[in-house]
Nanobody, 117 residues
């Protein structure tokens, strides 16, 4: 019912910026809570940020003040703007959609972000 495709990852120096995009297909995506998660090698997948259908956001303490999540419902797209990147931000970043209609989450394939000199 829902497919998600992330893009925008890459290699960036510490202190740099990247913007990730997640484009969704399927019906009713605009009423889902959207989020970004990340997973570093040998680490657990962790929540980075979420945004509700009404625009309410929350952020992990590690990214507050540096990352911003936003959504464009007309384009079925969610963004993650990342500033002041640190080596510890290096991970595969995954887009998530949570359906309020059925007990199910949808995931993208992930996009690699590497922060290194």
């Amino acid at each position: 019912q829902v497919q998600l495709v992330e893009s925008g990852g890459g290699l960036v120096q510490p202190g740099g910026s990247l913007r990730l995009s997640c484009v969704g297909s399927g019906s009713l995506l605009s009423i889902y809570t959207m989020g970004w998660y990340r997973q570093a090698p040998e680490k657990q997948r962790e929540l980075v940020t979420t945004i509700t259908s009404g625009g309410s956001t929350n952020y992990a303490d590690s990214v507050k003040g540096r990352f911003t999540i936003s959504r464009d419902n007309a384009k079925n797209t969610v963004f993650l703007q990342m500033h002041s990147l640190k080596p510890e931000d290096t991970a595969v970043y995954y887009c998530n959609a949570h359906s309020p209609l059925v007990p199910r989450d949808y995931w993208g394939q992930g996009t690699q972000v590497t922060v290194s000199s």
